[in-house]
């Protein structure tokens, strides 16, 4: 984002907003704000739920109120924020988030939130954030931020134009969700109606990957490496992908293919433990890392071996047989290919994977239909910020 400082004065975050958020007293129970409650991709509040004091996280401290901007300050390249509504107005959020609370008489809430949307604001954390596997940031950071400072009237005109935008990219995101809705009935169902099951190992080769290490520095390979971020359930985010050095015989055997899936072996949340998506046409100049598996299906569709992947039944012996160490949720290559998975006859499979293609059909598009919206959402946020709208 390129802003024009002859335009509107730039001025720290910090300079703007209220440095001191209150602290809960622990007297009565309250709704709890966690990292995992804001959806990066929505950009709201998802699941807030109570929490007695006396059960409360050491996180749970920061109160909140209604016009504040939440922006988490782990893993700040995924840009989870989020605005308070009213419905969180006194209540508690993790000390994982900087609370931005605006001084309404020089800059608007609204404003303030399409403002930490922005590519601008997102690098500028990016940049500030220490850590390799668990890169973080700081509140004291965040609020050094500088941000445009048009005057009152103009900033409400701006967040009202990025509000037409962000809505319809909501209405695309709400089509997309409901999408996946349906294709989650098609996999209960089919679950529920076979009877028969057979081992994963039976079906598919499962393989591990490639750990790090420092030792690699000498090795004649840079390739690039998907990790567990990289892989969303029924999806593959290749926003941030980074290399590893390997050799080659390293290179060959861990080099995924159109076709093969990928499997979550650890996690810090139990039940993303199992998570799978597959691999697409271009995505295959990959290697993989050690707390994932690759599942290359040798006797069914992939396509199909992928959503029973998730099916209730397959899910609820992940849950089982997760296992927590130092913290992180993790089950063997043994657990992996000893699964059961749903046994398909032929036709039920070729009729499965027929509606399983039309629904990837439609998120495709549906996809591309987000990303275009994101890109002139942006354009529209550089624009106006800068002046030029």
Aim: charge should be positive; aromatic fraction near 4%; charged fraction near 25%.
């Amino acid at each position: 984002m390129t802003v024009s400082r002859e335009t509107w004065p730039m001025v720290r975050l910090g300079d703007v907003c209220d440095r001191k958020i209150g602290k809960w007293d622990l007297g009565t129970r309250k709704k709890y704000v966690d990292i995992s409650s804001v959806d990066s991709i929505s950009k709201k509040i998802i699941d807030a739920r109570y929490v007695d004091p006396e059960e409360a996280p050491s996180r749970a401290r920061q109160v909140v109120q209604e016009g504040d901007v939440l922006v988490s300050t782990v893993r700040p390249n995924l840009n989870a924020v989020a605005l308070v509504s009213s419905s969180l107005d006194g209540h508690v959020t993790s000390t994982g988030f900087c609370v931005l609370r605006p001084d309404k008489t020089i800059l608007n809430s609204t404003f303030l939130f399409s403002f930490v949307q922005t590519n601008y604001f997102i690098e500028q954390c990016v940049k500030t954030a220490t850590g390799i596997s668990y890169p973080a940031t700081t509140a004291t950071k965040i609020l050094d931020i500088k941000i445009p400072l048009p005057p009152l009237a103009e900033q409400r005109r701006i967040a009202e134009i990025l509000e037409v935008t962000n809505q319809r990219l909501n209405a695309t995101q709400k089509q997309l969700e409901e999408l996946d809705a349906i294709r989650n009935s098609l996999i209960r169902e089919i679950d529920d109606l076979t009877a028969s099951t057979c081992r994963l190992e039976e079906i598919a080769a499962v393989s591990g990957g490639l750990s790090l290490s420092s030792k690699r520095a000498k090795n004649p390979i840079e390739a690039n490496y998907l990790r567990v971020a990289n892989v969303q359930r029924n999806s593959i985010d290749l926003g941030e992908v980074k290399t590893i050095r390997v050799t080659e015989r390293e290179f060959d055997r861990c080099l995924v293919a159109d076709g093969d899936i990928l499997m979550l072996e650890a996690n810090a949340n139990p039940r993303e433990v199992g998570r799978a998506a597959i691999i697409s046409p271009g995505d295959h100049r990959f290697v993989f890392q050690n707390h994932l598996f690759r599942v290359r299906s040798i006797a069914t569709s992939p396509i199909v071996l992928n959503a029973l992947l998730s099916a209730p039944s397959v899910r609820l012996q992940l849950i089982r047989c997760v296992k927590t160490t130092s913290g992180l949720n993790t089950m063997t290559i043994n657990q992996a290919r000893d699964l059961l998975i749903p046994d398909l006859p032929t036709i039920d499979q070729e009729r499965f994977e027929s509606q399983l293609l039309k629904i990837e059909e439609l998120r495709g598009k549906i996809r591309t239909r987000i990303r275009l919206l994101e890109e002139l959402h942006q354009s529209l946020s550089a624009r106006a910020l800068a002046g030029q709208l």
